[in-house]
C-alpha cells in the first residue's frame, strides 16, 4: 500500500536547539516528497520539495531536508529553531499511480521558550 | 498573483442552510482539489478538477457539489450537511493535476461550522 509515515505526532523542543522531524515513505510511491507546514487557523505551506537531483533540500525558514533512497526517509531539520516554528508539519509523496498526494499523519512541533 | 483565495474565511451554518465557499487562482494552474481537514489531522481529498472536468470524487456524499465555472474558480456547494461535516476546507492548485509533481498551492481555507 503507498503510504507516508510520520514517526513522531509531538516534537517538543526549546527555542535555538536543533530538531528533526521524521519521515519515511513506502516504495510504492513516487519519489517526490514534500514538507508542507500549517500555522494555527491557516492553510499548508510549502516547506521544501524532493523532484530529483541533490538529496539535500534547502526551504524556506531555514528548513533542510535530505532524501535517503536506501532508507525511504525523507526527515526535515533546522540546526536552531524559533517560537514561531510552532506549528503542524506535513510529510508528503505524490503517487504517480493515483495522481494524489498522499499525507503522513502531521507532527506538531512545540518550540518552547 | 502566487496565491490561491478562499472566501469566506469563516461560516456557520444551520442543517437546512445551502451555502457555497468560494476559490479562486491567477497563477494559470490547470488542476484544483478540494481537501477536507479535520483537527490535528491531514488533509483529505475530496475531489480533484484538471482543465475544468471532474476528475477524482472521493466518494464524497452528495451534500457537497462541487462546480468549476473557469480554469481560475472552484466552488463548494453546501446543502443540508450534518454536525460531522464541521471542519476545514481547503482549497488547492496545481500546474498540471494529472502529472504534476511541483506541489500544490493551498488557500488559507474556509472554517466550516455546522449547527
Known amino acids: 500500500a503507498q503510504s507516508v509515515t510520520q514517526l513522531d505526532s509531538q516534537v517538543p523542543v526549546f527555542e535555538e536547539a536543533p530538531v528533526e522531524l521524521r519521515c519515511n515513505y513506502s516504495?510504492?510511491?513516487?519519489?517526490?516528497l514534500f514538507w508542507y507546514v500549517q500555522y494555527p487557523n491557516q492553510g499548508l505551506q510549502l516547506l521544501l520539495k524532493?523532484?530529483?537531483?541533490?538529496?539535500l533540500v534547502k526551504g524556506i525558514n531555514g528548513f533542510e531536508a535530505e532524501f535517503n533512497k536506501s532508507q525511504t526517509s525523507f526527515h526535515l531539520r533546522k540546526p536552531s529553531v524559533h517560537i514561531s516554528d510552532t506549528a503542524e508539519y506535513f510529510c508528503a509523496a505524490f503517487s504517480g499511480n493515483t495522481g494524489k498526494l498522499i499525507f503522513g499523519q502531521g507532527t506538531t512541533l512545540q518550540v518552547k521558550p | 498573483d502566487t496565491e490561491v483565495t478562499q472566501t469566506p474565511k469563516h461560516l456557520v451554518m444551520g442543517m437546512t442552510n445551502k451555502k457555497s465557499l468560494k476559490c479562486e487562482q491567477h497563477?494559470?494552474?490547470?488542476?484544483m482539489y478540494w481537501y477536507k481537514q479535520k483537527a490535528k489531522k491531514p488533509p483529505e481529498l475530496m475531489f480533484v478538477?484538471?482543465?475544468?472536468?471532474?476528475?477524482i470524487n472521493e466518494s464524497v456524499p452528495s451534500r457537497f457539489s462541487p462546480e468549476c465555472p473557469n480554469s481560475s474558480l472552484l466552488n463548494l456547494h453546501l446543502h443540508a450537511l450534518q454536525p460531522e461535516d464541521s471542519a476545514l476546507y481547503l482549497c488547492?492548485?496545481?500546474?498540471?493535476?494529472?502529472?504534476?509533481?511541483?506541489?500544490?498551492?493551498f488557500g488559507s481555507g474556509t472554517r466550516l461550522t455546522v449547527v
Open positions: 478538477y484538471s482543465y475544468e472536468k471532474l476528475s
Open positions: 497563477m494559470g494552474h490547470r488542476a
Open positions: 488547492a492548485s496545481s500546474q498540471d493535476g494529472a502529472v504534476d509533481h511541483y506541489g500544490y498551492t
Open positions: 516504495s510504492s510511491v513516487s519519489v517526490y
Open positions: 524532493y523532484l530529483s537531483g541533490s538529496t
